[in-house]
Structures are given as C-alpha cells and as structure tokens.
C-alpha cells in the first residue's frame, strides 16, 4: 500500500511540475520550435512499438498497468493490442471504437455516442496529419520545448466537453512518446510509448 501511494505521489509530483510551465505557455504558431515539431509529427506514416498504460483512479487510490504493442497513423487513427494482465485489442479512430476481447466478441462505439474518445482520436490525428485548424477550433493549445523534448497540451474548449475530459498531454522527442489524459473527476490515464519506429 505504501508503494502504491509513493507511486501516485511521484506521478503527480511530475504532473504538476509540468503543468506548472505548460498551461502558462500558449502555443505560438508562428514559432519555429512549434512548426518543427509538427512538421516532423505529420511527416510520419505511422508509428508502431510497445506501451505501458497506467490508470490511477483518484478515489480508490489504485494504480492500474497494463502493456503491449501499438499502431498510431494519421490515416487509421489508434490501435492497441492489449497482452499484460488480460489480452485484448483496440481500434480507435475519429468515426468509431472497437474494441475486441480474448474470446473473439467484438463491440463497436459510434464517435458520435463518446465524446471522450473521439475528441482523443482525433487530436492526435490531427497532429499527425499536421492539421492545427482542426485542433485550434475544439482546444486551447500550449507548448514547451526543453533539451529537445517537447509537450503540447490540450484543453477543450467546449464545457460539456471539459466535464468528462480535462485536458490532454502530448510528450516527445522525435516521435510521439507519451499522451496522457485528465477527465473530470482527476483520474488519469497515460500511454507511455517505447521503440518507436517510423
């Protein structure tokens, strides 16, 4: 049980160390550190390897991981092959969310039914199809660059939308390596991505 508490101490310890610097800094679109970065996001096809998703529930004080293997493309959007604890397999993409269980069933979200996860697909669709339009109309929109590591984070715009999703945060160098989410109740939900390839 300690462990557990230390851990969530550390993480939002680091969390709110960020956000500290972070929601201070509105993105400057002009700004060549900002264009960079986009340019180098868009420019890439899809990008695979492992990830480790940790889920910290505020009021049971729990921290929840999980692992396995991804897909993120511009094109088709999130998919995440689930293998530790439980196998299981999500695809999510700005129309949909399917997600599949280890004995072969299958359910199917419309977008248009979960706010939540559509505004967190097509966020990150949008940078990697470098369209920064799209994300100006539903966020706010920070940045900071430090050591060649950068952040992007999101906050929504709409309220209801603010209600269920806080905020969203887009960590990395040359590749997108982390997003983590805040909902409403302060639970959160990151997805640490490794070796990483174009």
Do not use: C, H
Request: proline share 3%; glycine share 6%; no cysteine.
């Amino acid at each position: 049980m300690v462990k557990i508490y230390f851990t969530i101490f550390l993480f939002w310890s680091g969390i709110l160390f960020a956000k500290d610097s972070l929601w201070d800094s509105p993105a400057d679109f002009n700004s060549p550190a900002f264009a960079e970065i986009v340019q180098t996001l868009s420019s890439v096809k899809k990008q695979e390897g492992s990830f480790i998703q940790k889920r910290i529930v505020q009021k049971i004080q729990r921290v929840f991981e999980s692992s396995g293997t991804f897909l993120i493309s511009g094109k088709d959007g999130i998919i995440l092959n689930v293998e530790k604890p439980f196998a299981s397999r999500s695809e999510i993409s700005k129309e949909k969310m399917i997600q599949v269980f280890p004995d072969g069933t299958s359910v199917e979200m419309n977008a248009a039914n979960n706010a939540v996860f559509r505004e967190i697909a097509a966020s990150v669709q949008a940078v990697f199809n470098g369209n920064l339009e799209s994300l100006q109309q539903k966020f706010d929109i920070y940045f900071v660059t430090q050591k060649k590591k950068w952040t992007i984070g999101l906050r929504p715009k709409e309220k209801m939308i603010q209600k269920a999703l806080a905020s969203i945060l887009l960590e990395g160098q040359k590749n997108l390596e982390k997003v983590e989410m805040l909902d409403g109740e302060g639970n959160i939900l990151s997805y640490e991505f490794r070796n990483s390839a174009k």
